[in-house]
């Protein structure tokens, strides 16, 4: 089956860690660029951070940038975000979704997302 | 970067029409015809709808129609039926630097 998997939110302090991980299946994983977008309770959707194919080129927004690293593992087929530095405004569920290579610059798969809350 | 605008609600009986408004600038959906749609309904993932601002993904009813005019994009859902009840967000695509915006969500209701 074809699919995307979230692992890895809970409830974390601010100021602290996590490391979400997304599991690709069913597909060749290299194939596709991979993305984070979040959406806090009740909010829109927010692209935060995306990743080439080979993992040699990373993009972050702004409001996540210097605290959040996402990268890839091709040969393990899972992509992850490390998340330091959380702040409350950081609350929300994390979706990954993958963009084709050949260009067309669309989600065209979405995981389940995780959920991360920041608060004391 | 800035997030697209749309309405937050749009409504219509079953069959009729409704249609959704996406207006970003000229350095997101002016600039690129990389314009898609999602449709998200209460705690699920969103599913792409409209791709490259008319294309349809394979499994789509063609009763969800995309286009774009200048710095505004538009999905069109004809026949309203009773699942097409959800959120759509548009998302364009934006440069190198922030690669995607989405829009602000639209709630589609089916009266």
């Known amino acids: 089956e074809v699919q995307l998997v979230e692992s890895g939110g809970g409830l974390v302090q601010p100021g602290g860690s996590l490391r979400l991980s997304c599991a690709a299946s069913g597909f060749t994983f290299s194939n596709y660029r991979m993305h984070w977008v979040r959406q806090a309770p009740g909010k829109g959707l927010v692209w935060i951070s995306g990743?080439?194919?080979?993992?040699?080129?990373?993009r972050h927004a702004d409001s996540v940038k210097g605290r959040f690293t996402i990268s890839r593992d091709n040969a393990k087929n899972t992509l992850f975000l490390q998340m330091n530095s959380l702040r409350a405004e950081d609350t929300a569920v994390y979706f990954c979704?993958?963009?084709?290579?050949?260009?067309?610059?669309?989600?065209?798969?979405w995981g389940q997302g995780t959920m991360v809350t920041a608060s004391s | 970067q800035s997030a697209l605008t749309q309405p937050p609600s749009a409504s219509g009986s079953p069959g009729q029409s409704v249609t959704i408004s996406c207006t970003g600038t000229s350095s997101d959906v002016g600039g690129y015809n990389y314009v898609s749609w999602y449709q998200q309904h209460p705690g699920k993932a969103p599913k792409l709808m409209i791709y490259e601002v008319s294309k349809r993904p394979s499994g789509v009813p063609d009763r969800f129609s995309g286009s774009k005019s200048g710095n505004t994009a538009s999905l069109t859902v004809s026949g309203l039926q009773a699942e097409d009840e959800a959120d759509y967000y548009c998302?364009?695509?934006?440069?190198?630097?922030?690669?995607?915006?989405f829009g602000t969500g639209t709630k589609v209701t089916v009266l």
């Open positions: 990743i080439n194919s080979d993992g040699s080129s990373t």
């Open positions: 998302s364009s695509y934006a440069g190198s630097n922030t690669p995607y915006v």
């Open positions: 979704a993958r963009i084709e290579v050949s260009g067309t610059r669309a989600f065209d798969m």
